[in-house]
């Protein structure tokens, strides 16, 4: 637990707080020259379905990030920004960790093109964490759509909400599940004021606005 450090919220940009799924899928009808209806939209990681090898999919991810700037271009998912901003607003600290330093020697790229995106859409956060193995990275609750995270997390005892897209539709639910930030944020604050009843802090008067000092 984060103790006197605060509640911490684990929190997985791509394809969580970042539609990545559907950029890349725009500029992968590029590279590959097809009609974008001809990319399904329901994938597995690397993109396999889209006649991706490993090797392909690098190199559609170095195009991406490199030549159509993918982290500053992706959309949000809907809400997310605002949820975030909600739970920070509560005394929540936000901290985002990613795994975008995939490929080497355009890492100043990605981490530029990632911090001018959540500049730019008001994403709050109290740290920004580029990190493969996420339960390295101390946090009361985890956001994720990973499955490989999700069940590395759980296996060492963390809590993991899995955010639904087609990469994890199989994943059972375990800690919950959210397939909206509607629903994300009420499974984060229900474990959030869980952990402030427990230490006799006072919960916020409404969703969205801090709560009083302690007595």
């Not at 984060?2 to 559907?22: C, E, K, Q, S």
């Not at 950029?23 to 991706?52: F, K, N």
């Not at 991406?64 to 509560?90: H, K």
């Not at 993991?160 to 059972?172: C, E, G, Q, W, Y």
Request: proline share 7%; net charge negative.
């Amino acid at each position: 637990m984060a103790g006197d450090r605060g509640f911490i919220i684990g929190v997985d940009l791509d394809g969580v707080v970042a539609d990545f799924y559907g950029y890349i899928r725009e500029v992968a009808a590029e590279w590959l020259g097809v009609d974008l209806s001809e990319l399904t939209t329901e994938v597995s990681w690397g993109m396999p379905e889209w006649g991706l090898r490993t090797d392909d999919y690098r190199a559609l991810h170095r195009f991406a990030v490199t030549q159509r700037r993918l982290f500053s271009a992706v959309a949000p998912i809907a809400g997310a920004p605002q949820s975030l901003r909600r739970l920070s607003d509560e005394d929540a600290r936000i901290r985002i960790i990613t795994h975008r330093l995939l490929i080497p020697y355009f890492h100043r790229i990605a981490v530029q093109q990632t911090v001018e995106w959540l500049d730019h859409h008001a994403v709050p956060y109290w740290d920004l964490c580029f990190m493969k193995d996420k339960g390295d990275v101390g946090a009361d609750i985890y956001i994720e759509d990973s499955p490989g995270n999700i069940a590395g997390l759980r296996a060492v005892g963390k809590t993991a909400i899995v955010f639904t897209n087609s990469t994890n539709r199989r994943l059972p639910d375990g800690d919950g599940r959210a397939n909206t930030w509607d629903e994300a944020e009420r499974l984060i604050r229900n474990d959030y004021y869980s952990w402030r009843t427990e230490r006799d802090l006072p919960l916020p008067p409404q969703p969205g606005v801090s709560p009083p000092p302690p007595r």
